[in-house]
């Protein structure tokens, strides 16, 4: 008869067992990392007149709805994972901030997890609004007098625009994401989705000005993916 392991050596079985499961864990992830482009005509940035609230807003604002690197990388678009598992993911459900300063909303474009919550700040020394006709989630159209917060949760994906009626040329979005896989462009286009399960993946790209753009991806846990996506006017 073989003799019964000791508590010991059971104790001993189950640590290599989970640092078995964790060394797996981490093998069968990769990472895709990429830019977006833009391919289209030249851009000019619009130049918006100011006629109110001069003081703190200044005369003239300069759009900021297409962004683009000195090599036409895009900022501010939102990269996602499209066809992954339906399964669980732990969200973090610390609030976001989106801050309104100097009659801009700032950051302009913010990520939060379905069930988390967006709190609006004003830190400027005047009266703005925070207004969303949301399509999957409710509504909203809120008066946000200097140093109030405004929370608001967001329970099913969707992207959906913030507007202040009060300065129309302020303009924000939330994305509401599904899954932990989205990504905002930075300055240069560049953007990084880590830890994605190896397999066959299509990216979808949006953004504000150009639509969307799909492109397909291989992840596997040896190299990184690296891929471009173009995108233009439509």
Same mark, same amino acid.
């Given at each position: 008869m073989h003799a019964r392991p000791s508590r010991h050596q059971r104790l001993a079985l189950l640590v290599g067992l989970a640092a078995?499961?964790?060394i797996t864990a981490t093998a069968s992830a990769g990472t895709i990392? %990429?830019?977006?482009?833009?391919?289209g005509a030249p851009v000019q940035r619009k130049r918006i007149p100011v006629s109110i609230d001069q003081y703190l807003c200044g005369t003239e604002k300069t759009a900021d709805d297409l962004l683009l690197s000195p090599k036409n990388g895009v900022q501010n678009a939102v990269v996602s994972v499209q066809g992954l598992p339906g399964a669980k993911w732990k969200r973090?459900?610390?609030p976001v901030k989106m801050d309104q300063k100097?009659?801009?909303f700032v950051p302009r474009i913010v990520l939060v997890p379905a069930g988390g919550t967006v709190e609006?700040?004003?830190s400027d020394r005047l009266l703005h609004n925070v207004r969303s006709d949301a399509k999957e989630n409710p509504a909203f159209n809120r008066a946000q007098p200097h %140093?109030?917060?405004i929370t608001i949760t967001f329970r099913s994906p969707e992207i959906l625009r913030v507007d202040c009626d009060l300065h129309s040329w302020m303009r924000g979005w939330v994305v509401v994401t599904e899954h932990p896989f989205y990504a905002i462009t930075d300055a240069d286009g560049n953007f990084a989705l880590e830890n994605v399960p190896p397999?066959?993946?299509?990216?979808?790209?949006?953004?504000?000005t150009l639509g969307k753009a799909t492109q397909?991806?291989?992840v596997t846990d040896a190299t990184p993916a690296t891929v471009t996506v173009n995108m233009q006017r439509k």
């Open positions: 078995a499961c964790a990392n %990429g830019q977006v482009r833009y391919t973090d459900l610390s100097k009659c801009d609006f700040l004003n %140093g109030r917060t397999g066959k993946y299509t990216l979808q790209v949006w953004h504000e397909d991806v291989t």
